[in-house]
């Protein structure tokens, strides 16, 4: 059993909160944006087919840590939502559009898919978040964003690794398998991410003097080749190692910073359990 602290956090999320939401980096708030935008559909997916694989899970202390997951995972998704509804009172009309796909998309396969199927997608986003988790605490990836969408991003993703290891363990104690995990991880990550990355580019689409207010195409160009090497440096060798057959979770330190950050919001938070 890990330790796994259910935070209830009530962020306050003024009207105000620009959609640019990390400062000279509209291409990256947008896609932080569409992120949280993706929340409220994936993590009650998650919750979902949680819930049918603790039927068939038999480790008392697993239990317990699935219980915790799926409670962080419902305080997330609707702190996520309460911002999304700032975001959304700024203009953005086709964003319910996206959000009926996507939602249509996980109701799909929580009805069709196998337990399966659904368990290794689950692992494949948590492996995919601890990984960018790491690389965002080591890079300073917060510097320069809103303050209210920076608490609620930080205290996600170190809640994000608290529970890092509990998608994993219950998809092995429940079915198991490295290449299914393989496979449907990695379809699970081409799927979020290309969902994002399509909302991401409307949203850029739909401000149009948003190329020319941050330096035209030669300033998109120059960011997206700094995202680029920072992730080559810093999110691949996060990342490649959890599609290899021996990749767990456990391995993966919980370190002195993330306990400090984690402590921080549990004393700010409006109750714990």
């Known amino acids: 059993m890990h330790d796994i602290t259910v935070r209830r956090m009530g962020f306050d999320f003024a009207d105000d909160i620009p959609a640019v939401c990390i400062a000279g980096q509209p291409e990256q708030s947008y896609g932080i ?32 840590d699935l219980e915790r997951f799926s409670a962080q995972e419902g305080q997330h998704y609707r702190e996520h939502r309460r911002f999304n509804d700032v975001i959304r009172k700024q203009g953005f009309p086709r964003l319910q ?28 986003f948590e492996a995919l978040t601890t990984a960018s988790a790491r690389f965002a605490l080591e890079s300073k990836q917060f ?87 920072m992730a080559r440096k810093g999110l691949l060798p996060k990342l490649l190692p959890t599609y290899l057959p021996g990749y767990t979770p456990e391995k993966i330190e919980f370190t002195e910073e993330m306990k400090a950050i984690a402590q921080a919001y549990s004393a700010r938070a409006l109750s714990t359990s």
């Not at 944006?33 to 480790?59: C, F, M, N």
């Not at 559009?97 to 997608?121: G, I, V, W």
């Not at 290449?179 to 850029?204: D, E, I, K, N, P």
Request: charged share 30%.
């Open 33 to 64: 944006v569409a992120l949280s935008l993706l929340l409220p559909y994936l993590e009650p997916y998650l919750i979902r087919t949680l819930k049918v694989a603790k039927k068939r899970v038999r480790d008392p202390d697993l239990v317990v």
């Open 143 to 229: 510097q320069g964003m809103h303050p209210a969408v920076r608490d609620l991003f930080l205290w996600h993703l170190v809640e994000e690794l608290e529970h890092r290891t509990v998608a994993f363990d219950v998809y092995q104690h429940v079915c198991g398998g490295y290449f299914h995990r393989l496979f449907v991880g990695l379809f699970a990550q081409w799927h979020m991410s290309r969902w994002t990355l399509r909302v991401a580019r409307y949203m850029l689409e739909a401000d149009p003097d948003c190329l020319s207010r941050y330096g035209g195409l030669h300033g998109r160009k120059q960011r997206e080749r700094m995202r680029a090497r």
């Open 97 to 124: 559009e996206f959000e009926d796909e996507l939602e249509a998309d996980y109701q799909r396969f929580s009805n069709t898919k196998s337990l399966r199927f659904n368990l290794a997608y689950a692992e494949g």
